[in-house]
Protein backbone atom coordinates (compact mmCIF):
# COMPACT_ATOMS: atom_id res chain seq x y z
CA UNK A 1 0.00 0.00 0.00
CA UNK A 2 1.08 3.74 -0.77
CA UNK A 3 1.84 5.58 2.11
CA UNK A 4 1.02 9.33 2.80
CA UNK A 5 2.59 11.03 -0.29
CA UNK A 6 3.60 15.07 -0.64
CA UNK A 7 4.65 16.98 -3.39
CA UNK A 8 7.06 18.45 -4.63
CA UNK A 9 9.66 16.97 -2.08
CA UNK A 10 11.70 20.29 -2.42
CA UNK A 11 11.37 24.10 -3.38
CA UNK A 12 12.98 27.13 -3.18
CA UNK A 13 10.98 30.38 -3.13
CA UNK A 14 11.63 34.52 -3.02
CA UNK A 15 10.20 36.08 -0.23
CA UNK A 16 6.81 37.71 -0.50
CA UNK A 17 5.90 34.90 -2.87
CA UNK A 18 3.36 32.03 -2.26
CA UNK A 19 3.21 28.81 -2.31
CA UNK A 20 1.37 25.43 -2.71
CA UNK A 21 2.16 22.03 -1.37
CA UNK A 22 -0.06 18.75 -2.13
CA UNK A 23 -0.19 15.66 0.13
CA UNK A 24 -2.29 12.85 -1.00
CA UNK A 25 -3.50 10.44 2.17
CA UNK A 26 -3.33 6.78 2.74
CA UNK A 27 -6.06 5.29 0.91
CA UNK A 28 -9.07 4.82 3.11
CA UNK A 29 -7.86 7.47 5.41
CA UNK A 30 -10.52 10.51 5.85
CA UNK A 31 -8.37 13.05 8.12
CA UNK A 32 -5.17 15.28 6.92
CA UNK A 33 -3.44 17.33 9.53
CA UNK A 34 -0.45 19.70 8.31
CA UNK A 35 2.87 20.23 10.34
CA UNK A 36 5.84 22.55 9.84
CA UNK A 37 9.33 21.16 11.51
CA UNK A 38 12.25 23.70 12.04
CA UNK A 39 15.42 22.50 11.86
CA UNK A 40 16.25 20.96 15.67
CA UNK A 41 12.71 20.84 16.64
CA UNK A 42 9.64 19.00 16.53
CA UNK A 43 6.60 19.22 14.10
CA UNK A 44 4.66 21.95 14.75
CA UNK A 45 0.77 21.53 14.32
CA UNK A 46 -0.85 24.17 11.21
CA UNK A 47 -4.27 22.59 10.01
CA UNK A 48 -6.32 19.14 10.43
CA UNK A 49 -9.12 18.30 7.99
CA UNK A 50 -11.78 15.44 8.00
CA UNK A 51 -14.66 15.08 5.85
CA UNK A 52 -13.38 18.38 4.11
CA UNK A 53 -14.06 19.81 7.33
CA UNK A 54 -11.23 22.25 9.15
CA UNK A 55 -11.19 20.39 12.64
CA UNK A 56 -8.41 22.46 13.98
CA UNK A 57 -5.90 25.09 13.74
CA UNK A 58 -2.65 25.85 14.97
CA UNK A 59 -1.20 29.26 15.91
CA UNK A 60 -0.05 30.41 12.69
CA UNK A 61 -0.77 33.48 11.08
CA UNK A 62 -3.40 33.77 8.48
CA UNK A 63 -0.88 33.64 5.59
CA UNK A 64 -1.31 29.98 5.80
CA UNK A 65 -4.20 28.51 4.72
CA UNK A 66 -5.55 24.92 4.01
CA UNK A 67 -8.44 22.77 2.03
CA UNK A 68 -9.29 19.19 2.02
CA UNK A 69 -10.77 17.71 -1.71
CA UNK A 70 -13.55 14.88 -1.99
CA UNK A 71 -11.03 12.25 -2.65
CA UNK A 72 -9.24 13.12 0.68
CA UNK A 73 -5.92 15.06 -1.02
CA UNK A 74 -5.16 18.00 0.98
CA UNK A 75 -3.38 21.50 -0.04
CA UNK A 76 -1.15 23.51 2.23
CA UNK A 77 -0.92 27.66 0.87
CA UNK A 78 1.36 29.71 2.29
CA UNK A 79 0.83 33.49 1.03
CA UNK A 80 4.00 36.29 1.34
CA UNK A 81 6.00 34.04 1.85
CA UNK A 82 8.69 35.11 5.07
CA UNK A 83 12.82 33.74 5.54
CA UNK A 84 11.58 32.31 8.68
CA UNK A 85 8.86 29.74 6.90
CA UNK A 86 11.85 27.72 5.50
CA UNK A 87 10.85 24.66 6.96
CA UNK A 88 10.02 20.75 6.39
CA UNK A 89 6.04 20.70 5.99
CA UNK A 90 4.56 17.53 6.79
CA UNK A 91 1.73 16.08 6.08
CA UNK A 92 -0.02 13.47 8.09
CA UNK A 93 -3.17 11.03 7.08
CA UNK A 94 -5.28 8.95 10.16
CA UNK A 95 -7.95 6.83 9.79
CA UNK A 96 -10.12 8.87 12.19
CA UNK A 97 -8.54 10.30 15.38
CA UNK A 98 -6.00 7.62 15.68
CA UNK A 99 -2.38 7.12 15.04
CA UNK A 100 -0.86 9.60 12.45
CA UNK A 101 1.42 8.25 10.11
CA UNK A 102 3.73 11.07 8.26
CA UNK A 103 4.66 11.37 4.88
CA UNK A 104 8.65 12.38 3.27
CA UNK A 105 7.97 16.28 3.69
CA UNK A 106 8.16 19.07 1.82
CA UNK A 107 11.46 20.86 2.68
CA UNK A 108 11.21 24.86 1.43
CA UNK A 109 13.32 27.15 0.96
CA UNK A 110 12.97 30.83 1.28
CA UNK A 111 15.65 33.25 0.02
CA UNK B 1 -0.99 24.25 28.05
CA UNK B 2 0.56 21.10 27.19
CA UNK B 3 3.93 20.18 27.54
CA UNK B 4 6.52 17.52 26.68
CA UNK B 5 10.07 17.39 27.56
CA UNK B 6 12.21 14.64 26.11
CA UNK B 7 15.33 13.96 27.56
CA UNK B 8 18.76 13.77 26.78
CA UNK B 9 18.94 16.23 23.88
CA UNK B 10 21.28 13.77 22.46
CA UNK B 11 22.51 10.15 23.47
CA UNK B 12 25.54 8.39 22.03
CA UNK B 13 25.51 4.06 22.38
CA UNK B 14 27.90 1.41 21.40
CA UNK B 15 26.60 -0.66 19.89
CA UNK B 16 24.85 -3.36 22.82
CA UNK B 17 24.84 -0.93 24.94
CA UNK B 18 20.91 -0.53 25.95
CA UNK B 19 19.52 2.46 27.60
CA UNK B 20 16.45 4.33 27.88
CA UNK B 21 15.42 8.18 26.91
CA UNK B 22 12.77 10.10 28.71
CA UNK B 23 9.44 12.32 27.84
CA UNK B 24 7.92 14.21 30.66
CA UNK B 25 4.12 15.64 29.56
CA UNK B 26 1.91 17.78 31.39
CA UNK B 27 -1.58 17.61 29.70
CA UNK B 28 -5.67 18.29 30.35
CA UNK B 29 -6.32 14.89 29.77
CA UNK B 30 -4.44 12.15 27.73
CA UNK B 31 -5.82 10.89 25.03
CA UNK B 32 -2.78 9.55 23.87
CA UNK B 33 1.10 9.39 23.89
CA UNK B 34 3.07 8.63 20.44
CA UNK B 35 6.48 8.03 20.38
CA UNK B 36 8.07 8.23 16.56
CA UNK B 37 11.42 7.81 14.67
CA UNK B 38 12.65 10.37 12.34
CA UNK B 39 16.00 10.10 10.15
CA UNK B 40 17.32 13.37 8.51
CA UNK B 41 15.43 15.08 6.15
CA UNK B 42 12.68 12.65 6.15
CA UNK B 43 9.40 12.23 7.44
CA UNK B 44 8.68 10.93 11.43
CA UNK B 45 7.90 6.95 11.46
CA UNK B 46 5.14 5.52 13.45
CA UNK B 47 6.53 3.58 16.40
CA UNK B 48 3.95 3.44 19.24
CA UNK B 49 0.61 4.49 20.96
CA UNK B 50 0.26 4.38 24.85
CA UNK B 51 -2.97 5.01 26.22
CA UNK B 52 -3.04 4.74 30.00
CA UNK B 53 -0.46 4.21 32.99
CA UNK B 54 0.67 0.69 33.13
CA UNK B 55 1.22 0.21 29.55
CA UNK B 56 4.06 -1.07 27.56
CA UNK B 57 4.06 -1.83 24.28
CA UNK B 58 7.25 -3.29 21.93
CA UNK B 59 8.89 -3.81 18.71
CA UNK B 60 12.24 -5.36 18.26
CA UNK B 61 14.76 -3.55 20.75
CA UNK B 62 12.31 -1.13 21.66
CA UNK B 63 9.63 -1.28 24.70
CA UNK B 64 8.06 1.65 25.47
CA UNK B 65 6.00 1.99 28.57
CA UNK B 66 4.20 5.01 30.08
CA UNK B 67 2.74 6.71 33.57
CA UNK B 68 0.81 9.66 34.36
CA UNK B 69 3.84 11.76 34.01
CA UNK B 70 5.89 10.19 31.75
CA UNK B 71 7.02 7.68 29.02
CA UNK B 72 10.34 5.83 28.67
CA UNK B 73 11.55 4.40 25.24
CA UNK B 74 14.16 1.76 26.31
CA UNK B 75 16.16 0.47 23.58
CA UNK B 76 18.41 -3.11 23.76
CA UNK B 77 21.27 -3.95 22.54
CA UNK B 78 20.80 -0.82 19.78
CA UNK B 79 22.22 -1.60 16.69
CA UNK B 80 24.28 1.46 14.26
CA UNK B 81 20.72 1.09 12.46
CA UNK B 82 18.66 2.47 15.56
CA UNK B 83 20.81 5.79 15.08
CA UNK B 84 18.18 8.75 14.35
CA UNK B 85 15.70 11.06 16.18
CA UNK B 86 13.39 9.44 18.43
CA UNK B 87 10.40 12.02 18.75
CA UNK B 88 7.28 11.73 21.58
CA UNK B 89 3.62 13.81 21.19
CA UNK B 90 0.84 13.67 23.10
CA UNK B 91 -2.46 14.33 22.14
CA UNK B 92 -5.02 15.27 24.69
CA UNK B 93 -8.75 15.58 25.29
CA UNK B 94 -10.71 17.61 23.09
CA UNK B 95 -7.69 18.60 20.93
CA UNK B 96 -7.07 17.51 16.84
CA UNK B 97 -3.51 17.03 16.81
CA UNK B 98 0.03 16.10 18.33
CA UNK B 99 1.82 18.30 20.49
CA UNK B 100 5.30 17.11 20.10
CA UNK B 101 8.54 17.12 22.13
CA UNK B 102 11.92 18.40 20.48
CA UNK B 103 13.18 14.71 20.20
CA UNK B 104 16.44 12.62 21.56
CA UNK B 105 18.89 12.72 18.90
CA UNK B 106 20.70 8.79 19.36
CA UNK B 107 23.89 7.87 17.31
CA UNK B 108 24.60 3.83 18.11
CA UNK B 109 28.82 3.28 17.65
CA UNK B 110 29.49 0.52 15.99
Known amino acids: DAGVTQSPTHLIKTRGQHVTLRCSPI?????VSWYQQVLGQGPQFIFQ???????GRGNFPDRFSARQFPNYSSELNVNALLLGDSALYLC??????????FGQGTRLTVV | EDQVTQSPEALRLQEGESSSLNCSYT??????LFWYRQDPGKGPEFLFT???AGEEKEKERLKATLTKKESFLHITAPKPEDSATYLC???????????FGTGTRLTVIP
Open chain 1, 27 to 31: SGHKS
Open chain 1, 49 to 55: YYEKEER
Open chain 2, 50 to 52: LYS
Open chain 2, 27 to 32: VSGLRG
Open chain 1, 92 to 101: ASSPRNTEAF
Open chain 2, 89 to 99: AVESAGANNLF
